[in-house]
């Protein structure tokens, strides 16, 4: 027997592959671009290490190094890595939920060391599930994750981002750090009275901004122009105006970590944290890889460049194993709107990428005594002005339009977002879509045939009375476990005619059936059997051919009593099988 060898399609290093069809006259367009990308990575990133509760440069480190890592070893061209919104949040409400459930007296410095290292160990679990997801050929596995249980997961990171950022925007402290999005919004809305008009009228200004910016000036870096903007102002207020009675806090107020704190390391295991993270970082690791795929899908529907999903997916994890030696770095995962951002200013290589996390590097070793000046407000308006693009609006209505299980799997998976963690809620939502999957899966087609005078096999009505020795029972649909039920059911009736001296089992289009329902079409044909019957299969595709060799079922029942499918005459098998059951009765 011929030994099967695992095959991958991942590259080593498609880097020096491309390098060599690399057309000089195409770098003006690619430093172009990086930088642009740069300028909108930078406030991105911030806003993004904000909201995981992280200093600035986690996220930074992010667009750095997945920029180069997925640069060399990913295969799109125009694919930007870094910092996304979605793993931001889940890595806050992560590490919160571990340290409030499992250490909750740790305060001060020691809470520092732990939160960096519950980060840590998350980022190196997102690093090698992603390689292995890559490396193995795994990522279609996460393509029977229903685009509900995407939607409405993603429209309830949404509504948690929306209400985590109301808490700068108003300027008010967030005093239920790691409490379930539902919670958060009744805080909010109870302390309304200690809202700051001026905190409030920057950010709105700043949204505004940036809202303008996008719609008029698609092709600038907004961001960053507007955090010029509103930086100048609030330096303008603090200064001139709020000196003694109010402060508009800046990056450079956060006291938690601090720049000499940086390090590299190699990763150790504890494997008491990864017992409490894993489960939260596998839910990251996943959404890391669906996010993955619809930066790669976006991109590569644009501008018709092939993607191998599986290199990208590689190179993220070994991006993410990296970052997991440094202190503090948050993963990196697909962006969307930069990865667009990139292909619309022209760039026309993987080189662009590369240069865009240089060209951040040099930006913030040069440009960090402004930088740490941002406003908070700045930040948050980011992220709320960032909020419409995450979701296709078209696809939600899609999903209420065209089935009601979509829907209800959207709604419960957008509720469980609100009241649970989001780590969970995306386990709970992945669990619902496969409920209503195998709900659906679960009930094969069975219906009962006959041939009539003019020698055509039609269905037969279920209030029409039958006598007949020969009866055709038709089942189509997934025949695996959930199915059995079904099947003796709708056989019992048929059994319990005793004028019935053969049973002819068409199988419609079927070409998977599991051991459970194997076992279940055995034991009718014992059943037949031990009463005189008789018991034929019609339909028989040559994969349910194979499954009946491989069990026996084929040396017992006898091959002259199945009949195999012809395509072109789909029912020319059942005809055989009515006249082999004619010679039966006889």
């Known amino acids: 027997m011929k030994r099967r060898v695992f095959k991958t399609d991942v590259s080593a290093l498609p880097f020096f592959r491309d390098i060599k069809k690399y057309n000089p006259n195409f770098i003006k367009y690619d430093l172009l671009s990086s930088f642009s990308v740069a300028l909108l990575t930078i406030p991105q990133s911030i806003a993004y ?26 295969s799109s061209k125009y694919l930007i890595p870094g910092p996304t919104t979605a793993m931001a949040i889940l890595i806050q409400t992560s590490i919160s939920d571990v340290i ?59 509504i948690a981002i929306f209400v985590n950022q109301l808490y700068p925007l108003f300027g008010i402290s967030d005093s239920l750090n790691s409490n379930p999005t539902i919670l958060k919004f009744f805080d909010v809305i109870l302390r ?57 806090f800046s990056i450079k107020d956060i006291k938690i970590f601090t720049l000499e704190k940086i390090r590299f390391h190699l990763p150790s295991l504890n494997f008491k944290i990864v017992k409490l993270i894993f489960p939260s970082a596998l839910a990251i690791s996943l959404l890391g890889i669906l996010e993955i795929f619809s930066a790669s899908k976006s991109i590569e529907e644009e501008s018709k460049n092939d993607i191998n999903y ?15 030696m440094i202190s503090f770095a948050m993963p990196a995962s697909g962006s969307i709107s930069r990865t667009l951002f990139n292909y619309r200013l022209g760039a026309k290589s993987r080189i662009s990428a590369i240069l ?16 740490k000046h941002i406003p908070l407000i700045a930040l948050s308006a980011i992220l709320i002005a960032l909020l419409p693009t995450f979701l296709d609006y078209r696809q939600i209505k899609f999903c209420f339009t065209v089935t009601k299980g979509d829907a209800l799997v959207f709604l419960l998976t957008l509720f469980s977002c609100l009241v649970f963690s989001l780590s969970v809620a995306f386990f709970i939502g992945i669990t619902l879509s496969i409920i209503f999957y195998l709900r659906r899966a679960a009930v094969p087609h069975v219906v009962e045939y006959f041939f009539n005078k003019s020698g055509r096999l039609v269905l037969l009505s279920e209030k029409k009375r039958v006598y007949s020795k020969i009866r055709i029972i038709g089942i189509a649909g997934e025949l695996f476990f959930a199915s059995v039920d079904l099947f003796q059911k709708a056989t019992q009736k048929v059994l319990k005619d005793s004028y019935v001296k053969v049973i002819i089992l068409r199988l419609n289009n079927v070409y998977y059936m599991d051991a459970s329902m194997c076992y279940a079409i055995l034991k009718l044909y014992e059943h037949l059997k031990s009463s005189n019957r008789y018991f034929l299969i019609s339909g028989v595709t040559p994969e349910i051919g194979k499954i009946f060799l491989r069990s026996g079922f084929l040396k017992k029942i006898g091959k002259e009593n199945i009949f195999f499918t012809d395509e072109t005459r789909p029912q020319l098998s059942t005809w055989r099988a009515c006249l082999r059951a004619g010679e039966l009765t006889v």
């Open 100 to 158: 409030y459930n499992y250490f909750p007296t740790i305060q001060g410095a020691e809470r520092d060391v732990l939160y960096l290292n519950i980060l840590l160990h998350i980022v190196l679990i997102i690093g090698i599930v992603q390689i292995i997801f890559g490396f193995f050929n795994m990522g279609k596995v996460l393509h029977f994750v229903s685009r509900s249980v995407i939607l409405g997961y993603f429209a309830g990171v949404i």
């Open 310 to 324: 599986n290199q990208e997916v590689f190179s993220f994890g070994l991006s993410n194993l990296f970052l997991s």
């Open 356 to 371: 865009s996390g240089i060209f951040v590097a040099i930006c913030i070793f040069f440009g960090w005594v402004f930088i």
């Open 192 to 248: 309304i009275k200690e809202i700051n008009i001026y905190s409030l009228m920057l950010g709105a200004l700043a949204t505004g901004f940036l809202i303008f910016f996008n719609r008029k000036f698609p092709k600038i870096p907004n961001s960053f122009l507007m955090i010029i903007i509103i930086s100048l102002i609030v330096y303008f207020f603090n200064r001139y105006l709020l000196k003694e009675d109010f402060h508009i």
């Open 49 to 74: 290490s904000m909201l995981a509760g992280l200093p600035p440069i986690a996220g930074l480190f992010s667009a750095i190094f997945g920029c180069i890592f997925v640069g060399f070893f990913g």
